[in-house]
């Protein structure tokens, strides 16, 4: 399996520290964007310095990763707007920084949103070296629930490396302070390139005062005047996600430097290690999907996927299992699928594949010494059919219509009538509906033919 063709959810990417650090205003969806971006860029450069730093991001794949998200063309629409126009600041420890616009074009047509990355960014994600570049997981922009969750993963993971000063040895854990105010713009709420803020930069000079910067921003812009109020929104909440969906783990200590007022938050930062095994075993798994050939698993997906709710991640597992042998999985599939009473289809799959009562040496399977001749694989084959027709109405609005509507023969026809009707082409058409409109606009269709 060539590695372009992961799963997003299991892929990884790289970037620069002094890049991911930067400050510049952001949201959730806009960073999901520029990470997926900056992985497929990746993926298919193979992290050659002179790739292109063009991304194309398909509808189907932001639904699978972040879900219904309501009226997703005019989320993507908006995204791009603020994408086209959002600056990052990058500085260098010593006084000096740079400030430039991550995206030099958005463009989208057909159901594919196309992202141009700006020049600059070049040095930022590719051709790295070891040391000065921390690897993230496209998994944690999936599952975080807000901008503040996923930028302090961001800016949390490249902590955790070997040798890092900051380790506390007896506490076990990286220990970092932010000063309240800049976290804020650190984290992507508050936006350093205000025009209010203009007057004041002229005369800080090189050496920036996040705390004056935040004071003269407008009164609507400043995101959680109250610290406390950030804690227990942002930092508090951050810390419980973390926790559940990341490989890293971190408490915080209120560190009060002027009056009584908390000036900075000091972090500890630990590796989640329950987590981490968690990611381990996944690394594994990719590796060995990565041995198994696309057309063995793209045959299975479309015969499988769908049936007793089974999903691609299952059919990766028993193809795992059967170290590769598309035979042993099918047979498996129609051995089980032919039992009564069954709770777990996928586990009992699982089973069989891990204890196989197999003999193959014929040209046949047998099981339990009863050989399953052609007649019976043509039996369990119809059955499927009719059990996937019984499982629809189990299913939710997303399987209903990628599992069972798109696998239709008919399918087809109801492209060229949404294309030669309606001028809508599929992509586009998922973009913009709901799961449920779209099934509604099938009912419609196939109550006219």
């Given at each position: ?32 964007l ?13 992290m050659a ?15 699978e ?54 020049e ?18 496209i ?39 932010y ?13 350093d ?52 969906i ?52 793209m045959?299975?997906y ?39 009473n069954i709770?777990?289809f ?14 193959l ?8 010494d ?43 026809d ?18 913009v ?17």
């Amino acid at each position: 399996m060539s590695e372009e063709l992961i799963p997003l959810k299991y892929s990884t990417y790289r970037v620069s520290n002094s890049f991911m650090s930067a400050k510049g205003k952001t949201t959730l969806y806009n960073t999901r964007l520029i990470d997926i971006a900056i992985c497929k860029i990746q993926q298919m450069s193979h992290m050659a310095e002179d790739a292109e730093l063009i991304a194309n991001i398909y509808s189907a794949e932001i639904k699978e990763l972040f879900g219904d998200t309501g009226n997703s063309y005019r989320t993507l629409r908006n995204a791009a707007k603020t994408l086209a126009s959002r600056t990052i600041l990058i500085e260098d420890g010593k006084g000096n920084f740079i400030v430039f616009p991550v995206v030099q074009k958005v463009e989208y047509n057909r159901g594919v949103l196309t992202i141009r990355m700006n020049e600059e960014v070049r040095k930022y994600i590719l051709g790295l070296k070891s040391g000065n570049y921390t690897q993230y997981r496209i998994a944690v922009d999936a599952k975080a629930t807000s901008v503040a969750t996923l930028r302090m993963y961001q800016i949390f993971e490249q902590e955790l490396y070997p040798g890092n000063r900051k380790y506390n040895e007896e506490l076990g854990c990286v220990v970092v302070e932010y000063p309240v105010n800049e976290l804020k713009f650190t984290l992507g709420l508050c936006d350093d390139q205000n025009p209010a803020l203009d007057a004041v930069k002229k005369k800080m000079g090189k050496k920036i005062d996040w705390d004056m910067l935040y004071e003269a921003l407008p009164k609507e812009e400043k995101i959680y005047p109250s610290t406390y109020n950030f804690i227990y929104n942002a930092i508090e909440p951050a810390q419980r996600e973390l926790e559940e969906i990341s490989n890293i783990r971190f408490e915080y200590q209120r560190v009060k430097t002027k009056g009584k007022a908390i000036s900075k938050l000091r972090f500890f930062i630990y590796k989640n290690e329950e987590n981490e095994k968690k990611l381990a075993k996944q690394a594994k798994f990719i590796e060995k999907i990565l041995k198994i050939p696309d057309e063995v698993r793209m045959e299975l997906y479309e015969e499988f996927v769908g049936l007793h709710k089974l999903k691609r991640e299952d059919i990766d597992t028993f193809l795992i299992k059967a170290s590769g042998d598309a035979l042993k999985v099918r047979e498996a599939i129609y051995y089980v699928n032919g039992k009564d009473n069954i709770n777990d289809f996928t586990g009992y799959i699982i089973s069989v594949l891990n204890n196989p009562e197999w003999d193959l040496s014929g040209g046949t399977a047998v099981v339990n010494d009863t050989d399953i001749a052609p007649e019976r694989t043509r039996m369990a084959k119809e059955y499927i059919k009719t059990q996937t027709k019984k499982d629809t109405m189990s299913k939710n609005p997303s399987e209903i219509w990628n599992n069972i509507i798109k696998q239709r023969d008919d399918f087809s026809d109801f492209i060229s009538y949404m294309e030669s009707t309606d001028h809508w082409d599929l992509e586009t058409f998922e973009l913009v509906y709901k799961y449920e409109e779209m099934i509604d606009y099938w009912k419609k269709w196939k109550a006219g033919c």
